[in-house]
């Protein structure tokens, strides 16, 4: 296991390294996207909706930058098993290795655009405060989010090759029932159990309580949340593992 | 010095069918089948057979990259890897990085590729290009570096596919010569081949596979003979 670690913390330090040396526009655009949605929802919001409470600005960067982390590591880790081919026709590797090294990118990518957040919320009225201790526990929620359920899909991704466009519809879907744009606590009643049903949902909640609120975030969600990844990792391991060595072959045509 | 040898690797009747969902019906033919033998220590065991009998696919059985549908495989000696050139190499990371990635998929934990950097870089002679991206190399170049990562990377159990040496005509004579001597000592070796010569050369005993089945295992100028017997072009009538 511990081989294994180091050689998913290398080829992600490698996989970051390369990236930036293609000298594509790499982590910037991890930058750009979320402004980009920022502008034309500030638009929407306070032009057309004529919502605007000052704290509409903090509130759309919060949700479109945890957003862009899990919509972006989605796919990338959903596929990495199906085009780890090549590698795995070389060489042994349990398949955990494919997608843990495609989180871990994202992870530190993420990290980087979260830091540029935290240093420009108190611009927008929202000093650091101790609630913000927290933090690593709700990004390392997330995380462990993305990662399992972005391996639950790389697992079967390479039997059903088709999971690419129900991934990016089903992503679209959940963009919206996210709370991205939208605040949980303020939809209606009725509507609010099914909403808390989503992690993603409530984790984005929490980043803003803790950011924008001061408070500490919903300890019940967040175990759910913990819980549910555990479940969904789990059920991951075990397909892979089930078909570690059938993999290679399924995956040659 | 003259105990029996001890067996380093068991294939019992290991098959393998390949499924092709191409047509209404499920057309699966059997890649290999009912192979079994015994590898043993510090031998070193040539597969002969035409292109496309299977004798890739069964190194790969062997390295444990593949799992048969049929029989079973066990290995009593530890790792058992494929002689794999230039695994993982990223064009935009520099040599250094990617021997320090290709060692370690090819089983080197972080501690073990760094101590034999030196040596790898040493061996490849690529000298002080190795903090130069990979992606400047001449073929040449990477060639040699993937070469010397997979030259020390020393399994218990090596598995080659064809390949013995690599490079430009220097570095190919010196990277054969180096292979040969590593085959020779009392190292565990599988070589795939359809050279004849070579595997005459090198091998102890040689495993004829034809259309995925065994065909003759014995020692390896016998078998060789019969395989050449076999294969040479009837003269016309």
Same mark, same amino acid.
């Given at each position: 296991?511990?081989?294994?670690?180091?050689?998913?913390?290398?080829?992600?330090?490698?996989?970051?390294?390369?990236?930036?040396?293609?000298?594509?526009?790499?982590?910037?655009?991890?930058?750009?996207?979320?402004?980009?949605?920022?502008?034309?929802?500030?638009?929407?919001?306070?032009?057309?909706?004529?919502?605007?409470?000052?704290?509409?600005?903090?509130?759309?960067?919060?949700?479109?930058?945890?957003?862009?982390?899990?919509?972006?590591?989605?796919?990338?880790?959903?596929?990495?098993?199906?085009?780890?081919?090549?590698?795995?026709?070389?060489?042994?590797?349990?398949?955990?290795?494919?997608?843990?090294?495609?989180?871990?990118?994202?992870?530190?990518?993420?990290?980087?655009?979260?830091?540029?957040?935290?240093?420009?919320?108190?611009?927008?009225?929202?000093?650091?405060?101790?609630?913000?201790?927290?933090?690593?526990?709700?990004?390392?929620?997330?995380?462990?989010?993305?990662?399992?359920?972005?391996?639950?899909?790389?697992?079967?991704?390479?039997?059903?090759?088709?999971?690419?466009?129900?991934?990016?519809?089903?992503?679209?879907?959940?963009?919206?029932?996210?709370?991205?744009?939208?605040?949980?606590?303020?939809?209606?009643?009725?509507?609010?159990?099914?909403?808390?049903?989503?992690?993603?949902?409530?984790?984005?909640?929490?980043?803003?309580?803790?950011?924008?609120?001061?408070?500490?975030?919903?300890?019940?969600?967040?175990?759910?949340?913990?819980?549910?990844?555990?479940?969904?990792?789990?059920?991951?391991?075990?397909?892979?593992?089930?078909?570690?060595?059938?993999?290679?072959?399924?995956?040659?045509? | 010095?003259?105990?029996?040898?001890?067996? +380093? !690797?068991?294939?019992?009747?290991?098959?393998?069918?390949? *499924? &092709?969902? /191409? =047509?209404? @019906?499920?057309? #699966?033919?059997?890649?290999?089948?009912?192979?079994?033998?015994?590898?043993?220590?510090?031998?070193?065991?040539?597969?002969?057979?035409?292109?496309?009998?299977?004798?890739?696919?069964?190194?790969?059985?062997?390295?444990?990259?593949?799992?048969?549908?049929?029989?079973?495989?066990?290995?009593?000696?530890?790792?058992?890897?494929?002689?794999?050139?230039?695994?993982?190499?990223?064009?935009?990371?520099?040599?250094?990085?990617? +021997? !320090?990635?290709?060692?370690?998929?090819?089983?080197?934990? *972080? &501690?073990? /590729? =760094?101590? @034999?950097?030196? #040596?790898?870089?040493?061996?490849?002679?690529?000298?002080?290009?190795?903090?130069?991206?990979?992606?400047?190399?001449?073929?040449?170049?990477?060639?040699?570096?993937?070469?010397?990562?997979?030259?020390?990377?020393?399994?218990?159990?090596?598995?080659?596919?064809?390949?013995?040496?690599?490079?430009?005509?220097?570095?190919?004579?010196?990277?054969?010569?180096?292979?040969?001597?590593?085959?020779?000592?009392?190292?565990?070796?599988?070589?795939?081949?359809?050279?004849?010569?070579?595997?005459?050369?090198?091998?102890?005993?040689?495993?004829?596979?034809?259309?995925?089945?065994?065909?003759?295992?014995?020692?390896?100028?016998?078998?060789?003979?019969?395989?050449?017997?076999?294969?040479?072009?009837?003269?016309?009538?």
């Amino acid at each position: 296991m511990n081989r294994y670690l180091e050689l998913i913390l290398y080829r992600a330090y490698a996989d970051l390294k390369a990236e930036a040396a293609r000298g594509y526009l790499g982590v910037l655009w991890w930058i750009i996207e979320p402004l980009l949605y920022l502008g034309m929802f500030s638009v929407y919001f306070i032009y057309v909706r004529q919502q605007h409470d000052g704290r509409l600005i903090p509130f759309l960067l919060i949700g479109l930058v945890a957003w862009k982390w899990f919509a972006s590591s989605i796919p990338h880790c959903a596929r990495s098993i199906a085009s780890g081919v090549s590698l795995m026709q070389q060489v042994y590797l349990p398949k955990y290795v494919f997608p843990c090294v495609a989180a871990a990118t994202n992870l530190a990518k993420f990290l980087m655009v979260f830091i540029l957040l935290l240093a420009a919320l108190p611009f927008f009225g929202a000093p650091p405060t101790a609630a913000w201790l927290t933090l690593p526990l709700l990004v390392a929620a997330q995380f462990f989010l993305i990662l399992s359920s972005a391996g639950l899909l790389a697992a079967v991704f390479p039997f059903l090759p088709d999971l690419n466009y129900i991934i990016n519809n089903l992503l679209m879907l959940l963009f919206f029932l996210s709370g991205v744009l939208f605040d949980l606590n303020k939809m209606p009643e009725s509507f609010r159990p099914y909403l808390s049903l989503n992690p993603l949902a409530v984790l984005i909640a929490d980043y803003r309580t803790v950011l924008l609120d001061g408070e500490m975030p919903g300890w019940w969600g967040l175990a759910g949340v913990l819980i549910l990844s555990g479940l969904l990792w789990a059920a991951a391991l075990r397909i892979m593992h089930r078909f570690d060595r059938i993999y290679p072959k399924v995956l040659v045509r | 010095m003259n105990e029996p040898k001890r067996t +380093a !690797m068991t294939l019992r009747n290991v098959g393998l069918i390949y *499924r &092709r969902r /191409a =047509k209404i @019906k499920d057309n #699966a033919f059997w890649a290999l089948k009912d192979i079994s033998f015994d590898l043993l220590h510090g031998e070193t065991l040539g597969i002969i057979g035409r292109n496309g009998v299977g004798k890739s696919t069964l190194l790969r059985i062997m390295a444990g990259i593949i799992a048969p549908d049929e029989g079973e495989v066990v290995n009593l000696a530890g790792q058992a890897s494929l002689f794999s050139l230039q695994v993982g190499f990223v064009p935009h990371l520099t040599g250094r990085e990617n +021997a !320090m990635l290709s060692a370690m998929f090819l089983g080197m934990s *972080r &501690r073990e /590729a =760094k101590a @034999k950097l030196p #040596a790898i870089i040493d061996y490849s002679g690529i000298g002080d290009f190795i903090d130069e991206p990979a992606g400047n190399y001449s073929s040449g170049m990477r060639a040699r570096l993937g070469f010397a990562v997979a030259f020390h990377a020393d399994p218990a159990i090596l598995l080659i596919d064809e390949v013995l040496g690599v490079g430009d005509a220097e570095f190919k004579q010196q990277s054969v010569a180096a292979m040969k001597e590593r085959i020779r000592s009392d190292r565990t070796v599988v070589i795939v081949s359809h050279q004849a010569e070579m595997l005459a050369e090198l091998c102890q005993r040689v495993l004829w596979i034809d259309r995925g089945r065994p065909k003759a295992l014995g020692d390896a100028q016998d078998v060789i003979d019969a395989y050449l017997r076999a294969t040479a072009p009837k003269p016309a009538a």
